[in-house]
């Protein structure tokens, strides 16, 4: 599925309520990233730590803000390839990133701590991944959940506050499945 097609399936504000504004892409400039105390993503490298790693060449992606009793982001990551490269990817880079239990990235001069926990994903789909992440800076945490789901040839990643993913990760299931 090309990537105009995938773009179509992203949730929007329609789906997702009037307290949800999207937000701007930003560009994706991670080439001084370096991960230190998780070997296994040491060796796929600092993109693997930032989630840009994933080198599927036909995606779609968007990002939302939450005012609706705090402000919380949201984003929503659709990729389209075989089932076995959308597997593999999306394992490799889970496998990595939960294979220790705390590492960290750097960039430039901020160094920031991530905790990972396996959590329980939904079953729905073909094949699921989710996962918590704690990231530390400076004594100041926040909450990350990480779900993924691949529904045939399309992977769809929900990540954010976890409340808000759990609250949202059918809607893009749904939205993505009606259109296969």
């Given at each position: 599925?090309?990537?105009?097609a995938?773009?179509?399936?992203?949730?929007?504000?329609?789906?997702?309520?009037g307290?949800?504004?999207?937000?701007?892409q930003?560009?994706?400039?991670?080439?001084?990233?370096?991960?230190?105390?998780?070997?296994?993503?040491?060796?796929?490298?600092?993109?693997?730590?930032t989630?840009?790693?994933?080198?599927?060449?036909?995606?779609?992606?968007?990002?939302?803000t939450?005012?609706?009793?705090?402000n919380?982001?949201?984003?929503e990551?659709?990729?389209?390839?075989?089932?076995?490269?959308?597997s593999?990817?999306?394992?490799?880079?889970?496998d990595?990133?939960?294979?220790?239990?705390?590492?960290?990235?750097v960039?430039?001069?901020?160094?920031v701590?991530?905790?990972?926990?396996?959590?329980?994903?939904?079953?729905l789909?073909d094949?699921?991944?989710?996962?918590?992440?704690?990231?530390?800076i400076?004594?100041?945490?926040s909450?990350?959940?990480?779900?993924?789901?691949?529904i045939?040839?399309?992977?769809?990643?929900?990540?954010?506050?976890?409340?808000?993913?759990?609250a949202?990760l059918?809607?893009?299931?749904?939205?993505?499945?009606?259109?296969?």
């Amino acid at each position: 599925m090309p990537s105009t097609a995938l773009a179509k399936l992203l949730l929007d504000e329609s789906d997702l309520g009037g307290d949800y504004t999207r937000m701007p892409q930003r560009a994706a400039a991670h080439d001084d990233v370096t991960v230190n105390g998780c070997p296994a993503l040491e060796k796929l490298g600092g993109n693997a730590a930032t989630g840009t790693s994933l080198a599927f060449p036909r995606k779609a992606k968007a990002s939302f803000t939450y005012a609706g009793g705090g402000n919380s982001e949201l984003a929503e990551e659709l990729y389209s390839d075989t089932a076995t490269k959308l597997s593999k990817g999306i394992g490799k880079i889970f496998d990595a990133m939960v294979s220790c239990p705390t590492y960290q990235v750097v960039s430039g001069n901020t160094v920031v701590i991530v905790g990972t926990q396996v959590t329980p994903a939904p079953d729905l789909g073909d094949e699921q991944w989710s996962q918590l992440l704690t990231y530390s800076i400076g004594g100041q945490r926040s909450v990350v959940k990480q779900t993924a789901i691949r529904i045939g040839n399309v992977l769809v990643l929900v990540s954010g506050a976890p409340g808000l993913v759990d609250a949202n990760l059918e809607k893009a299931l749904d939205k993505a499945e009606a259109a296969l």
